[in-house]
C-alpha cells in the first residue's frame, strides 16, 4: 500500500513517516505547495496511492490569511487530488480545540476543513488529537521546556493541558487506515497542570525555582504577545492560557494503544 503524506518534514510528520516505514508501508511525499492547485492537481506519483494522510497546514502563523490558504483552500485541493487518483482513504488531522470556545483563525479555519471533508463524499477518518509534544517539538510544550533548560525561574502559571505523545499519535494515525470510515475521533492527552509539568522537569534533575505569581505572569504574556517580535500570536497565547480540558472519550479502546508514560515522554523531549 502506498501512501501519500502531506506535512511528512514537519514535528508529527516525520516521527509518522519513520513508523510506517518500519511497520513496512511504502511512503510517498508531497513536498509541493498544498496552497496551489495548479500544483496539487498536476502531481502524479508514479505509485498507486491507496490512502493520503494530510498533516500540512498552518498552526501559528500571525498572518490570519495563511491559515485560509493552507488549512481551508489546501485542504480542498488535496480532497480533489484525492477525488482525481481515486484514492480509498483521507486521514486528515484536525484539532480537539475544534470543540472549544476559541474564536481565532486556527481553530476556524480547522472547523471548515473539516466541513469540507465531511460534505466531499470520499472515506474519511478526522483525528482531533489535543496538545501533542515530545522530540522534535519547538512549539508550545517545546517551547516551554527549552526555558525550562537555561533559565534559573520559571512563572508558576495557572492552567491544564492535555498532552499526547508524538510518538502515540503516530500510532493512533497508522491505526486509522485500517478503522471503519467516515469518523471522527477525538484524542484527549492525560490532563497535567503547568507546574505539574515543572516539577517533572525538575524531577529530572533540572534546577530552577518556580515564583507562583499566576496572575501577574499571564498578564505579562499577553501583553508581549501583542508585539510584533513575540514568538506566537496573542490569540494563541490565549489559547494556550484558557485552561480548557475536554473529555478523554474512549479513543484508547478504539486504537488499543498503552500511552507513553508523561515522566517519559517528558524525559525524551528534554534528551532529543
Request: proline share 5%.
Amino acid at each position: 500500500m502506498a501512501i501519500l503524506i502531506t506535512g511528512g518534514k514537519g514535528f508529527i510528520g516525520s516521527r509518522t513517516i519513520a513508523l510506517l516505514k518500519e511497520k513496512g508501508y511504502e511512503v510517498v511525499f508531497f513536498e509541493g505547495d498544498i496552497a496551489n492547485r495548479s500544483q496539487v492537481l498536476r502531481s502524479e506519483p508514479r505509485e498507486k496511492i491507496e490512502a493520503v494522510i494530510h498533516l500540512a497546514g498552518a498552526i501559528n502563523k500571525k498572518d490570519a490569511g495563511i491559515f485560509r490558504r493552507a488549512n481551508i483552500e489546501g485542504t480542498e485541493n488535496i480532497v480533489d487530488f484525492f477525488k482525481k487518483n481515486k484514492v480509498k482513504r483521507l486521514i486528515f488531522l484536525s484539532s480537539l480545540k475544534v470543540l472549544s470556545g476559541s474564536n481565532n483563525p486556527y481553530v476556524n479555519s480547522k472547523k471548515e476543513a473539516e466541513k469540507i471533508i465531511v460534505n466531499s463524499g470520499i472515506p474519511y477518518v478526522i483525528l482531533r488529537p489535543s496538545m501533542v509534544y515530545g522530540p522534535g517539538d519547538k512549539k508550545n510544550i517545546g517551547f516551554l521546556l527549552k526555558l525550562a533548560k537555561i533559565l534559573p525561574i520559571m512563572p508558576g502559571l495557572k492552567f491544564r493541558m492535555q498532552l499526547l505523545f508524538v510518538d502515540d499519535l503516530a500510532k493512533i494515525i497508522m491505526e486509522s487506515l485500517s478503522l471503519p470510515p467516515n469518523q471522527i475521533i477525538n484524542i484527549a492527552g492525560r490532563t497535567v497542570s503547568y507546574v505539574d509539568l515543572l516539577k517533572a522537569v525538575r524531577g529530572l534533575g533540572y534546577k530552577f525555582s518556580i515564583i507562583n505569581w499566576p496572575n501577574f505572569f499571564t498578564l505579562i504574556l499577553k501583553i508581549i504577545c501583542r508585539f510584533p517580535f513575540s514568538p506566537m500570536p496573542g490569540w494563541q497565547m490565549d489559547s494556550l492560557l484558557a485552561d480548557e480540558v475536554f473529555e478523554e472519550y474512549r479513543w484508547r479502546e478504539i486504537f488499543n494503544i498503552k500511552e507513553t508514560p508523561f515522566e517519559e515522554g517528558i524525559s525524551k523531549t528534554l534528551n532529543q
